[in-house]
């Protein structure tokens, strides 16, 4: 029998969104790990907020919230905002109900920052990392690092001279034609007005340049998780500067191999994790071995107290 196109909406609803998904979703295991770490951070969260005036998001929420936009790469929080309006998985995940009002753009940007400022993103990889620990999840031998670029949220037209001597056609004062045609431009002479921590940089030979951190991660191998990681300014020694730091926080007193690619093979490199192995017992001794693999380099360091 034909079923009719009814486009009438119910008023009520009697399925909530945990019926709505599945057993196997891949976001049930990450919930189940964010909410223990969270149970572990009440104090620090107690400590954020004063203990009268209207109650702000909860730091639960805005903490999903957060994580869920960069596991779907949501790219602004007011697209993120938008997604929660309608998307019964992320409402879920964030643990919205589905009666609940979307919290304004601004007023989640402001949360936010005083997260960030507190350094509960710190704490709350921290608290994952213990998980993973207590499940067997992390080996203390094998590791890799490597870097990429973190595009930063200005545009060309910001990237402007340090002197002022900066060429505008005069079309739009509000935002004017910037003629870049024979313009040499460098972090040294140029920096934007927008974001000038950012830096001028390509992914390699033949890219385009493009406004940048360099972020940088160190990887467990054995079941690929992150253990470390920082953001620096796109320059030309991030890479090998933040290695040498984070391999410096691996705990314990016994050996490791670091894999890296071509960009860690550097002469400075190698005689800092020698360095670093000559100053006594309380020191590291790295012996650093390259060998080449399909265009590739592989750095095994051996590291002792």
């Given amino acids: 029998m034909r079923g009719w196109d009814r486009q009438q909406s119910g008023m009520f609803s009697y399925i909530s969104a945990e019926q709505r998904v599945p057993n196997d979703h891949p976001l049930r295991a990450i919930r189940a790990m964010v909410d223990v770490a969270l149970r572990t951070m009440g104090a620090q969260f107690d400590a954020m907020y004063a203990t009268v005036g209207r109650p702000s998001i909860a730091p639960e929420k805005l903490l999903r919230a957060l994580l869920v936009q960069v596991l779907y790469t949501v790219r602004s929080e007011r697209m993120l905002m938008e997604q929660l309006n309608y998307n019964l998985l992320f409402r879920w995940f964030v643990g919205m109900n589905i009666d609940d009002p979307v919290w304004e753009v601004t007023v989640f940007t402001k949360n936010r920052e005083r997260l960030l400022s507190a350094e509960v993103a710190k704490t709350f990889f921290a608290e994952v990392l213990a998980q993973a620990r207590e499940r067997h999840l992390l080996s203390g031998e094998h590791f890799t690092v490597d870097g990429t670029l973190i595009e930063a949220w200005a545009s060309h037209k910001s990237f ?3 002197d002022g001597s900066a060429r505008h056609t005069p079309d739009d004062p509000g935002n004017p034609t910037v003629d870049f045609h024979g ?3 460098s972090n040294a002479t140029h920096q934007s007005t927008t974001d000038p921590d950012a830096r001028l940089a390509r992914k390699g030979p033949g890219k385009e340049a493009k406004l940048c951190y360099a972020g940088h991660a160190l ?3 054995r079941n690929g998780i992150a253990v470390n990681g920082c953001v620096t300014p796109a320059e030309g020694r991030a ?3 933040a290695a040498l730091a984070m391999v410096e926080e ?3 007193e016994h050996r490791i191999t670091l894999g890296g690619d071509k960009g860690y093979d550097r002469k400075e490199f190698v005689q800092e994790l020698q360095r670093q192995g000559a100053g006594g017992e309380d020191r590291r001794l790295a012996l650093p071995l390259v ?3 399909d265009r590739k380099k592989i750095l095994s360091v051996h590291v002792t107290r």
């Fill in 160 to 162: 402007k001279p340090k």
């Fill in 250 to 252: 691996i705990p314990g």
């Fill in 219 to 221: 990887m467990e191998n």
């Fill in 183 to 185: 313009a040499q431009r």
């Fill in 239 to 241: 890479e090998p500067e």
């Fill in 291 to 293: 060998l080449p693999s």
